[in-house]
Structure formats: structure tokens, C-alpha cells
């Protein structure tokens, strides 16, 4: 696996080929397109414990994991079972089933939410979210931060991350709004700011809190590469709640990810509200959002803020979500495990960068990591503006290089990667081999 080899691409630049006659960019997602690494896309045919085998039959050691969800492994025993079981029962109803009573019951029982909502996307979670945190208010106004991506909603757009902040050239993308197609006037109702920027949160709230409506936010960035926020900067988050604005923590990407709780129970935080998806729906699309009840309540047909879905709760999505949850908390160990693995897997990528002369900064907290190609000191990339001034070229040259060599990492500088359960000591071991050698291609 370790030894660069001239793996055969010809099914998937075929398919590439009839993607692009059909789909824009040939993609479902713009960052699967290789736009900012180079080169073709790789067609998945099948995926199975921590590995992928593409279209031409090439197999890889996966550190994408679905973008996070599959922290069990691909195509788990439990969770194939249980979607198994869901389908001989149909596949959508359109009515209420009680697979989504029991994963509410789970999600409230391990996070301390008291009333949860099932959509289909982490997008429709956020979104939501703020509606919903703007009819319980009365304001209009949400503040978010430079590189924090909340989904694809247009008041989200805003100076967002991961593959807004690369265009076709690998070149930092423009200012706010991030895309075409989002209006200035709806644009300007978002306020950004700074993340881990203490002292700028607490002047905007001081100046304009009574119209902030929520501050919505990474517990730990993703998007933008991993960012950890600072203590000061989660205490200054609490603030807002000072001024009657709600506090959302979108953890579509670390909730049940860095803990049974998520980044809000590993870093002791007391949201408002929270956005769920990824892992709550085991690989299967689903998001979720949820918190305090008096907030919940507004929801309608409770409430007057109206949101509505026919694939929430589906019943396939629930039984997936079900399974991956059951098998979390029967195994509390394993977040010691996925950290454990990490953590030798930085100080691994670490050491094999400095051999080769290549100047990097990792960042890393429970199963995500990012190698930022950068002299920055380890923990000093902390905000949008210091993850942009990574080498993006110099990633993608180390990225092919490590495809070459049968390790598919994240295809952007700056997403995180993630770890799961699958991933053991041969992993580990192949994977800094590769690494190694990807470095010493790299011209520093």
C-alpha cells in the first residue's frame, strides 16, 4: 500500500466524463471534484471497515469516513442490520414512527437536549435552528465567524469555510457573501467576526446586542481546517445570552465525534440550542436540532415558526442513527482510542515532516486532525485568517502523494480528516509510511 504506484484511473475519468455531461462540475458536492488538489476524482464502488475501493478496483485507506459519520467504520455489522431490518418495514412513510421517538430519547438522554426535531441535512438543521432562534426573539440579526460553515443556506453564505475558501485556481476565495446567488441585503442580516476573538464578540454585543437574534458557531472548527477555540473566547460565547440573544452550537460535524456528548460536553459548554447530523444519522442523511423546551416550543405545530420536512425521521435514517448511538455507548472507551491514534499519528506526521524539511502545523483534538502547511508553532492556527496562509500547493502536491500511495485523506487544505473505530495498528503504521514518503515530494 505504502509504495507509489501508477494506479489505474480509467473508470473513474470515464465516469467523470458522463458526470460532467450530466451534473455541474461532475460533482454532488464541490469538494469531491479535486478542484483545489488536482487531478481526477475518485468513483467509490464499495467501502468496508476503514478502506474504499474505487472504480477501477483500487482500494485506499479512508481518513474521510463520509466526512465524519462513519466513526464505527464502513458498512458496520450493527448498523447494515439495522437498515436491513428498517427496509423489509419501507422505506418512507410520511407519518410518525417510532424509530424517531427512540433516537430523540437517545439524543436527549446522552446531550441534555430536552426537545429535538429530525430534518434530512445538516443544512436544514441550521437553518432551522435560526429561524427558529429569530421567531423567539423578534430580531433579525445572527452573528457567525470568519471560516465557520453552517451549511449552504443564503444568510450562511457569509465568509464561510472548507471549499469556499479555495476556488478553481487553489487561491483564497472572495469576500462576503462566499457565492453567487446570495443577495447583499440578506447577506448584511449576518454579522462576522473573528473566530476565538473574545474581545470583539463582547464589543459587537455591547454595541448591538438588543438586535442579535443568535451567535451561532463551531465548538471546534472543521471547516477551516481543525480550529480549537481558546477558554476566553468559549466564555465570551456564554455572554451573549446576556443581551437575549441564543447561543447555537452547530455540531453537525462533532457531535458523538469527539464524545457521547459531543464538543459541547467534551469542552463543558451550555448551549441554547444544538445542530446534530453526520454521526445521528449513521451514514444515512439525516440532520437534527434541538435544546431548551421553552425555545423548542416555538416550533410549530407547537409554535408559530413553521418547519417542515416529508423525509424527517425517515425510517431507514432513524434505525442507522439507532444502531451507531447503541454501539457508542456500549464501547465509552473507544474516544480514548480514536484520541490515542491521533494523537501518534501527529507526532508520526510531525517527525516525518521535519525530516523532510517541510515546514507544517497540526492541530488535532479527539478523531479530527488537520496538517496545515505552514511554520506557525503547533496550536497557533486559531482563526480563518492564519489557516489561510497554509501553502495550499504545497498540500495538494503532499495529497497526491499520499493517493499514490493508497491513503485517500481530505482533498482540501483546509477540511479536517477523521478516524474511526476501524482504524487500528496497521493503519497507523501504513499510513506514516506513506506519509513519509508523500513529504520528501514536497518542495519546501
Same mark, same amino acid.
Not at 38 to 56: C, E, H, K, N
Not at 103 to 116: D, F
Not at 181 to 188: D, I, R, S, T
Given at each position: 500500500?505504502?509504495?507509489?504506484?501508477?494506479?489505474?484511473?480509467?473508470?473513474?475519468?470515464?465516469?467523470?466524463?458522463?458526470?460532467?455531461?450530466?451534473?455541474?462540475?461532475?460533482?454532488?458536492?464541490?469538494?469531491?471534484?479535486?478542484?483545489?488538489?488536482?487531478?481526477?476524482?475518485?468513483?467509490?464502488?464499495?467501502?468496508? +471497515?476503514?478502506?474504499?475501493?474505487?472504480?477501477?478496483?483500487?482500494?485506499?485507506?479512508?481518513?474521510?469516513?463520509?466526512?465524519?459519520?462513519?466513526?464505527?467504520?464502513?458498512?458496520?455489522?450493527?448498523?447494515?442490520?439495522?437498515?436491513?431490518?428498517?427496509?423489509?418495514?419501507?422505506?418512507?412513510?410520511?407519518?410518525?414512527?417510532?424509530?424517531?421517538?427512540?433516537?430523540?430519547?437517545?439524543?436527549? +438522554?446522552?446531550?441534555?437536549?430536552?426537545?429535538?426535531?429530525?430534518?434530512?441535512?445538516?443544512?436544514?438543521?441550521? #437553518?432551522?435552528?435560526?429561524?427558529?432562534?429569530? +421567531?423567539?426573539?423578534?430580531?433579525?440579526?445572527?452573528?457567525?465567524?470568519?471560516?465557520?460553515?453552517?451549511?449552504?443556506?443564503?444568510?450562511?453564505?457569509?465568509?464561510?469555510?472548507?471549499?469556499? #475558501?479555495?476556488?478553481?485556481?487553489?487561491?483564497?476565495?472572495?469576500?462576503?457573501?462566499?457565492?453567487?446567488?446570495?443577495?447583499?441585503?440578506?447577506?448584511?442580516?449576518?454579522?462576522?467576526?473573528?473566530?476565538?476573538?473574545?474581545?470583539?464578540?463582547?464589543?459587537?454585543?455591547?454595541?448591538?446586542?438588543?438586535?442579535?437574534?443568535?451567535?451561532?458557531?463551531?465548538?471546534?472548527? +472543521?471547516?477551516?481546517?481543525?480550529?480549537?477555540?481558546?477558554?476566553?473566547?468559549?466564555?465570551?460565547?456564554?455572554?451573549?445570552?446576556?443581551?437575549?440573544?441564543?447561543?447555537?452550537?452547530?455540531?453537525? #460535524?462533532?457531535?458523538?465525534?469527539?464524545?457521547?456528548?459531543?464538543?459541547?460536553?467534551?469542552?463543558?459548554?451550555?448551549?441554547?440550542?444544538?445542530?446534530?447530523?453526520?454521526?445521528?444519522?449513521?451514514?444515512?442523511?439525516?440532520?437534527?436540532?434541538?435544546?431548551?423546551?421553552?425555545?423548542?416550543?416555538?416550533?410549530?405545530?407547537?409554535?408559530?415558526?413553521?418547519?417542515?420536512?416529508?423525509?424527517?425521521?425517515?425510517?431507514?435514517?432513524?434505525?442507522?442513527?439507532?444502531?451507531?448511538?447503541?454501539?457508542?455507548?456500549?464501547?465509552?472507551?473507544?474516544?480514548?482510542?480514536?484520541?490515542?491514534?491521533?494523537?501518534?499519528?501527529?507526532?508520526?506526521?510531525?517527525?516525518?515532516?521535519?525530516?523532510?524539511?517541510?515546514?507544517?502545523?497540526?492541530?488535532?483534538?479527539?478523531?479530527?486532525?488537520?496538517?496545515?502547511?505552514?511554520?506557525?508553532?503547533?496550536?497557533?492556527?486559531?482563526?480563518?485568517?492564519?489557516?489561510?496562509?497554509?501553502?495550499?500547493?504545497?498540500?495538494?502536491?503532499?495529497?497526491?502523494?499520499?493517493?499514490?500511495?493508497?491513503?485517500?485523506?481530505?482533498?482540501?487544505?483546509?477540511?479536517?480528516?477523521?478516524?474511526?473505530?476501524?482504524?487500528?495498528?496497521?493503519?497507523?503504521?501504513?499510513?506514516?509510511?506513506?506519509?513519509?514518503?508523500?513529504?520528501?515530494?514536497?518542495?519546501?
Amino acid at each position: 500500500m505504502t509504495t507509489s504506484q501508477p494506479h489505474s484511473t480509467a473508470q473513474s475519468e470515464a465516469l467523470f466524463a458522463r458526470a460532467r455531461a450530466v451534473t455541474p462540475g461532475g460533482v454532488n458536492s464541490p469538494v469531491r471534484a479535486f478542484r483545489s488538489v488536482g487531478g481526477v476524482p475518485r468513483f467509490i464502488a464499495s467501502a468496508q +471497515g476503514a478502506y474504499l475501493t474505487d472504480a477501477d478496483g483500487t482500494r485506499y485507506l479512508d481518513y474521510i469516513g463520509s466526512w465524519g459519520p462513519m466513526i464505527l467504520g464502513h458498512n458496520h455489522p450493527a448498523v447494515r442490520e439495522a437498515v436491513t431490518q428498517a427496509l423489509a418495514g419501507g422505506t418512507s412513510f410520511g407519518a410518525p414512527n417510532e424509530r424517531e421517538v427512540d433516537l430523540a430519547e437517545l439524543i436527549v +438522554g446522552l446531550t441534555g437536549a430536552e426537545r429535538v426535531r429530525f430534518v434530512s441535512s445538516g443544512t436544514e438543521a441550521t #437553518m432551522s435552528a435560526l429561524r427558529l432562534a429569530r +421567531g423567539y426573539t423578534g430580531r433579525k440579526y445572527i452573528v457567525k465567524f470568519r471560516g465557520n460553515y453552517h451549511g449552504h443556506a443564503d444568510g450562511l453564505l457569509v465568509e464561510a469555510g472548507s471549499g469556499l #475558501m479555495t476556488n478553481a485556481e487553489g487561491e483564497l476565495g472572495a469576500a462576503a457573501p462566499s457565492s453567487a446567488g446570495v443577495p447583499e441585503e440578506y447577506a448584511g442580516l449576518t454579522l462576522v467576526l473573528d473566530y476565538n476573538a473574545p474581545e470583539a464578540l463582547d464589543a459587537l454585543m455591547a454595541a448591538r446586542g438588543e438586535e442579535i437574534a443568535a451567535v451561532i458557531f463551531e465548538p471546534v472548527v +472543521g471547516n477551516a481546517g481543525v480550529l480549537i477555540p481558546t477558554p476566553d473566547f468559549l466564555a465570551a460565547l456564554h455572554r451573549v445570552r446576556d443581551f437575549g440573544a441564543v447561543l447555537i452550537a452547530d455540531e453537525v #460535524m462533532t457531535g458523538f465525534r469527539l464524545s457521547l456528548s459531543g464538543a459541547t460536553g467534551l469542552l463543558s459548554l451550555d448551549p441554547d440550542l444544538r445542530c446534530w447530523g453526520k454521526i445521528v444519522g449513521g451514514g444515512l442523511p439525516v440532520g437534527a436540532y434541538g435544546g431548551r423546551a421553552d425555545i423548542m416550543d416555538f416550533v410549530s405545530p407547537q409554535g408559530p415558526v413553521y418547519q417542515a420536512g416529508t423525509l424527517s425521521g425517515n425510517p431507514l435514517a432513524m434505525a442507522a442513527g439507532i444502531a451507531t448511538l447503541r454501539e457508542l455507548k456500549a464501547n465509552p472507551d473507544l474516544y480514548r482510542q480514536l484520541d490515542d491514534y491521533a494523537t501518534r499519528l501527529a507526532a508520526g506526521l510531525r517527525e516525518a515532516a521535519a525530516r523532510a524539511g517541510v515546514p507544517v502545523s497540526i492541530n488535532h483534538i479527539g478523531s479530527m486532525l488537520t496538517v496545515f502547511f505552514q511554520g506557525a508553532p503547533d496550536g497557533s492556527v486559531r482563526d480563518y485568517a492564519a489557516a489561510a496562509r497554509s501553502d495550499t500547493a504545497a498540500f495538494a502536491a503532499w495529497f497526491q502523494g499520499l493517493l499514490s500511495r493508497g491513503i485517500y485523506w481530505a482533498p482540501s487544505q483546509f477540511e479536517s480528516i477523521f478516524i474511526s473505530a476501524a482504524h487500528g495498528e496497521a493503519e497507523l503504521s501504513a499510513t506514516l509510511e506513506a506519509a513519509a514518503q508523500a513529504f520528501e515530494g514536497v518542495e519546501s
